[in-house]
């Protein structure tokens, strides 16, 4: 399994940008589909963005199309979301998660390695 860890989050007005970026362990990083999560308070996690093993395939949520991009670095060991035009919605904790597969899931389930999270706050 594949440890990894977020970083990035923090509190922005409405309208601003954060990065946010995932860091791995272990040598088997490049084999993962690595998504993003999103959490609202007490709501459950949602997909927000995937990316496959090389970077070459990518597919979102509708809610977050043309305000976020995910990408990744495989020599940095690091997939980022680039997060735009942010609205009070956006606001709780995000997850990376991987899963060693060429398919990149958009479910919970789908992934078996997660991170601790970064919160997130849009003020309005």
């Known amino acids: 399994q594949v440890q990894l860890v977020e970083s990035g989050g923090g509190l922005v007005q409405a309208g601003g940008s954060l990065r946010l970026s995932c860091t791995g362990s272990?040598?088997?990083?490049?084999?993962?589909?690595i998504a993003w999560f999103h959490q609202a308070p007490g709501k459950e996690r949602e997909f927000v963005a995937g990316?496959?093993?090389?970077?070459?395939?990518?597919n979102y949520a509708d809610s977050v199309k043309g305000r976020l991009t995910i990408s990744r670095d495989n020599a940095k060991i690091t997939v980022y979301l680039q997060m735009n035009s942010l609205k009070a919605e956006d606001t709780g904790v995000y997850y990376c998660?991987?899963?060693?597969?060429?398919?990149?899931?958009?479910?919970?389930?789908?992934?078996?390695?997660w991170g601790q999270g970064t919160q997130v706050t849009v003020s309005s």
């Open positions: 272990g040598r088997t990083f490049t084999n993962y589909a």
């Open positions: 998660a991987g899963q060693e597969t060429l398919r990149v899931g958009r479910t919970p389930a789908d992934f078996g390695s």
């Open positions: 990316v496959n093993w090389n970077g070459g395939s990518t």
